[in-house]
């Protein structure tokens, strides 16, 4: 039967039956995600594959085959518009700042409380998880988590909620690569220049001389106090330019830019907690571009 063609991405939907879990990340021919979603030979759908190996509890990871028609992609949904670049999976330590990806609750963000944690649920105890102050709710399971552009693992479960807060586990993306002897799709699945292949959200489009585009859209996206990088690359022979735009009292102000006379930008900028937006300019020239933006607090 026809079928449509589906990117595999972190923290979307996907289906087993009736029930729903969230895409981990990106793996060769398909991706990995919690072992508790299915049991080897259950069928997905959105995209449409099969399990492979799942191992619930003690572990609680599983790979999913996709087969030839949908492609993985090496980002995570940030759920404001836009995706973040997965660079590779080296872990990071307690303390880490890490960000999780769901289809229920979107994107929310915490720290890293503990490594090699054990949880105890009905079916059972799952060990050598991350143990974080992230929250999560059902649908998210098997979700994204990231430290910057680095994949950490997959949501197991936990307690509490999104409006209360909670603690949540992953387990360890490394673990279920591993397993199921497949490799982590990275950088944006190539959707990212070589240039920006180290912010967290890639972007891009395409420009006739004398137009513009809002990045990662015209109602821009969240940053706390700290410092925000952006990283343009045009279109060679072009003078495409940068900006930086933040919301103040309905209206939007420029507060920092990039504008050399080459196709290629980056801005750097210090910042108090607020909306932005990136704003690309095509000074001069025209063709497709690429770039990023990372934020840190």
């Not at 087969?67 to 759920?79: H, L, S």
């Not at 990662?216 to 940068?242: K, N, Q, R, Y």
């Amino acid at each position: 039967m026809p079928r449509t063609f589906i990117n595999v991405i972190g923290g979307n939907a996907y289906y087993i039956g009736g029930s729903r879990c969230s895409v981990g990340f990106s793996a060769t021919s398909g991706f990995v995600t919690a072992g508790h979603c299915g049991d080897v030979g259950n069928t997905t759908t959105s995209p449409s594959g099969t399990f492979r190996t799942s191992s619930f509890p003690g572990n609680d990871y599983a790979y999913v085959n996709t087969g030839t028609d949908d492609t993985p992609i090496g980002a995570v949904n940030n759920y404001n518009g836009g995706t973040v670049n997965v660079a590779g999976s080296t872990a990071a330590a307690v303390g880490a700042t890490v960000c999780r990806s769901g289809s229920t609750t979107g994107w929310h963000c915490g720290t890293i409380q503990a490594l090699n944690a054990s949880v105890t649920y009905a079916e059972g105890t799952v060990n050598g998880l991350i143990r974080t102050n992230v929250c999560a709710e059902p649908g998210d399971s098997g979700g994204s988590l990231l430290a910057g552009t680095q994949a950490q693992g997959m949501t197991s479960g936990g307690s509490g909620n999104c409006s209360s807060g909670g603690t949540t586990y992953f387990n360890p993306v490394n673990e279920a690569l591993s397993a199921a002897g497949v490799s982590l799709v990275t950088g944006g699945g190539g959707g990212t220049p070589t240039g920006c292949a180290g912010q967290e959200t890639a972007f891009s489009g395409s420009l006739s001389s004398g137009g513009y585009a809002y990045k990662p859209g015209s109602t821009g996206f969240s940053a706390l106090t700290g410092t925000i990088e952006g990283c343009l690359d045009g279109p060679s022979g072009a003078d495409f330019d940068l900006y930086l735009q933040k919301s103040s009292n309905g209206s939007w102000t420029t507060v920092a830019q990039g504008i050399t006379s080459a196709p290629d930008e980056s801005v750097t900028y210090s910042g108090t907690s607020g909306t932005y937006r990136w704003v690309v300019d095509a000074y001069s020239g025209s063709g497709s571009y690429t770039g990023g933006y990372s934020t840190t607090p």
